[in-house]
């Protein structure tokens, strides 16, 4: 399976300030989930991508999904103590016969009070 | 989540036991997985189970077996534990594709340590 590159790995901001995170594939996706994951706990399923250029928001959090169907962003608006965590992309490549998710590397949100 | 339980939570075992890590879930998902997360590297697949007697191998699969005789569980045996399985192990479980969205639920894990 392709090694799914989640860009930045780590990410620290000011309360308050926005964040995004980029998740790139080299194949075209069937779908892509995003996950969320606090520290010492288990990740959490977000929400799911399926258009080409689909957007959705869920109160500050906004999730696209690249025209190509090949990358995808995640990016909350004013940042709040409890969007602490690390954010997965995972990538769903069904239509090559895949049944199974590959997770990126995370990107890990630290919020400076 | 109240619906995927995994156990033991965390678990200290020697090097060359045998040890099993177990998963059940109640929705009767069809899906379940077992994944290994360890720092740098995110999660990592080991095994999948698409039904009940049906189980495919992910990408680090050496070491490791597993059965699903009943679609509720699905348990992970570590045949000769080996320090480098050292990890936190999550199983999960989602429903079929085409069910609308099928995201994955997660257990809560297992932090297992090899001595």
């Given at each position: 399976?392709?090694?799914?590159?989640?860009?930045?790995?780590?990410?620290?901001?000011?309360?308050?300030?926005?964040?995004?995170?980029?998740?790139?594939?080299?194949?075209?996706?069937?779908?892509?989930?995003?996950?969320?994951?606090?520290?010492?706990?288990?990740?959490?399923?977000?929400?799911?991508?399926?258009?080409?250029?689909?957007?959705?928001?869920?109160?500050?959090?906004?999730?696209?999904?690249?025209?190509?169907?090949?990358?995808?962003?995640?990016?909350?608006?004013?940042?709040?103590?409890?969007?602490?965590?690390?954010?997965?992309?995972?990538?769903?490549?069904?239509?090559?016969?895949?049944?199974?998710?590959?997770?990126?590397?995370?990107?890990?949100?630290?919020?400076?009070? | 989540?109240?619906?995927?339980?995994?156990?033991?939570?965390?678990?200290i075992t020697e090097t060359g036991r045998q040890v099993t890590l177990?998963?059940?879930?109640?929705?009767?998902?069809?899906?379940?997985?077992?994944?290994?997360?360890?720092?740098?590297?995110?999660?990592?697949?080991?095994?999948?189970?698409?039904?009940?007697?049906?189980?495919?191998?992910?990408?680090?699969?050496?070491?490791?077996?597993?059965?699903?005789?009943?679609?509720?569980?699905?348990?992970?045996?570590?045949?000769?534990?080996?320090?480098?399985?050292?990890?936190?192990?999550?199983?999960?479980?989602?429903?079929?594709?085409?069910?609308?969205?099928?995201?994955?639920?997660?257990?809560?894990?297992?932090?297992?340590?090899?001595?």
């Amino acid at each position: 399976g392709q090694q799914v590159m989640q860009i930045p790995q780590y990410q620290h901001v000011q309360e308050g300030e926005d964040f995004t995170t980029y998740c790139n594939s080299s194949t075209t996706l069937s779908n892509i989930q995003w996950y969320k994951q606090r520290p010492g706990g288990h990740p959490v399923f977000l929400i799911q991508l399926v258009k080409s250029g689909e957007v959705k928001k869920q109160k500050r959090l906004t999730f696209q999904f690249g025209e190509a169907k090949k990358n995808s962003s995640l990016h909350i608006t004013a940042t709040q103590t409890t969007d602490v965590g690390t954010y997965f992309c995972a990538l769903d490549e069904s239509n090559f016969g895949n049944e199974k998710l590959t997770f990126g590397t995370g990107t890990r949100l630290t919020i400076i009070p | 989540d109240a619906g995927i339980t995994q156990s033991p939570r965390y678990k200290i075992t020697e090097t060359g036991r045998q040890v099993t890590l177990m998963c059940h879930q109640t929705w009767s998902h069809s899906y379940m997985f077992w994944y290994r997360q360890d720092l740098g590297h995110g999660l990592r697949l080991i095994y999948y189970s698409a039904a009940a007697d049906i189980t495919d191998k992910g990408e680090v699969s050496d070491g490791y077996v597993v059965s699903r005789s009943k679609t509720e569980n699905f348990p992970l045996t570590l045949e000769s534990a080996t320090r480098s399985q050292t990890s936190v192990y999550f199983c999960a479980s989602s429903k079929r594709r085409g069910k609308g969205e099928y995201g994955y639920t997660f257990g809560s894990g297992t932090r297992l340590t090899v001595v």
